[in-house]
C-alpha cells in the first residue's frame, strides 16, 4: 500500500511539500503518481515519474512550479509545490504503478490554498 502525507493550509504564494511512503514493495519498481481531485471536476494527473525511462511528466498547470522526486533509500516519493495558487486546493492522491494488478492509491491528502 501507499499513504500520503503533508497536505494542510497555505497561503497563495506559499509552498508545500507532500510525501508518499511505499509499504510492502519496492517503489522505485513502479510509476510514480500524484493525482489531485476538487469539486466537480474529475480526478487528474499533476505529475508522474516513469518506472522504464524515469521520464517525468507534469500537468501544463503546474509546470514550473511543482516537482516530484523519488528517495529510493526511503522507498518515497515527494511532491515539492511552489508558488501555490487557490486554483491548486484539493485532494492530492499518491499511486504506485506497475501493472493493472499491482495498482496502489493513497487515501488522499488535503491541500488548501486560501489567504
Known amino acids: 500500500r501507499v499513504e500520503e502525507f503533508g497536505g494542510g493550509l497555505v497561503q497563495p504564494g506559499g509552498s508545500l511539500r507532500l510525501s508518499c511512503v511505499a509499504s510492502?514493495?519496492?517503489?522505485?519498481?513502479?510509476?510514480a503518481n500524484w493525482y489531485r481531485q476538487t469539486p466537480g471536476k474529475e480526478r487528474e494527473l499533476v505529475a508522474a515519474?516513469?518506472?522504464?525511462?524515469?521520464?517525468?511528466t507534469y500537468a501544463d498547470s503546474v509546470t514550473g512550479r511543482f516537482a516530484i522526486a523519488r528517495d529510493n533509500g526511503k522507498n518515497m516519493v515527494y511532491l515539492q509545490m511552489n508558488m501555490l495558487k487557490p486554483e491548486d486546493t484539493g485532494v492530492y492522491y499518491c499511486r504506485a504503478r506497475l501493472n493493472s494488478w499491482n495498482d496502489y492509491w493513497g487515501q488522499g491528502t488535503q491541500v488548501t490554498v486560501s489567504s
Open positions: 510492502d514493495f519496492r517503489f522505485s519498481a513502479y510509476s
Open positions: 515519474i516513469d518506472n522504464t525511462d524515469g521520464s517525468f
